[in-house]
């Protein structure tokens, strides 16, 4: 089998270009004599490497100085955690506010409960099945809040922030796992912003947190692993960072500047999630479930008129070379991952397979 068109949640497609250049310095980095996951983490040759991948997530997210740009383990479920931990000084009397959209900010919220008394929703969308994001209108944030959590695009359910909400002086906290560089974002309007990797930044195992750096160092009682500010203060070097997957990550971010940086991610993310979402629209085989001002350009989930034909239909997708288009467990029906890696001719043989199956089966 050749390289198929992976429209996987996460991990997800990666660009050729990458892996090809991971394949050739497989044996040999550089001029070390051996593979960048032999190497020492403090070698000169992989501190080069790590500080590369720093700068360019600096350069494309454009992170104003006075923030830490922190590489961890953990995934961002281990971030549900560490935010209300790091962020709160006083957790039995302090709150913090959820915004709830989706199941990985009901994961987080769950988190958040397990770390602080009062923790508030301060909106929901599950009473519509997650299909939209709150407006700014239906956030009722609590101006004392320790700071407001938001899932800025909802993996599972395919729906995604069109604007960054306005939290006041309460630290705005947002997880951008499944968006992040795939449009541009204001980071001086957050207080923290984290994502593991593997979506648009490179493969699992390494997880950025971007965080506001007058937000550091509030508890001195947390385990140090579990302590922003030990990383910050080491550089993300505490302890042997994932080394490999952060120089995947740095391959990814040169691959993304190389092609034309975030704005122009945008501009091509846009372009393959319209089409995909006019052909869902245009067809009365296939449905989309979410709201179409909210839906996501990374997450596209339908559903099939007759789903006793979704086996059928991911079946009949795989012997085309279209793989790992079955929703969530949660949820069922379909989901096309269109991530910055995804090419456009990935979305085009998608649309074409969809319109074929609909002519035969539909
Ligand atoms: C939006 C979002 N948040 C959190 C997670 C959990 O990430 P991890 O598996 O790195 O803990 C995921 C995983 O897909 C996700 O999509």
Redesign the pocket.
Known sequence: MGRVFNFS??PAVLPVPVLEQARDEMLEYADSGMSVMEMSHRSKAYMAIIAKAEALLRELLHIPENYAVLLLQG????QFSMIPMNLLTDPAHQSVDYVVTGS?AEKAIEEARRQCADVRVAASTKAVNYARIPSQAELTCNPGAAYCHI?S???IFGTEYHYTPETGAVPLVA?I??NVLSRPMDIARFGLLYA?A??NLGP?GV?VVIVRKDLLGRRSDLPHMLDYKIHADAGSMFNTPPTYAIYILGLVLQWTKDQGGVAAMEQRNVRKAAKLYAAIDGSSFYHCPTEPISRSRMNVPFTLADAGKDALFLAEAKKVGLVTLAGHRSVGGMRASLYNAMPEEGVDALIGFMAEFERVHG
């Open positions: 949640a996460g995934g961002a479920s281990l990985w899932t695009n909802n993996t997880d796992s499944s593991g593997q979506k699992s997880t």
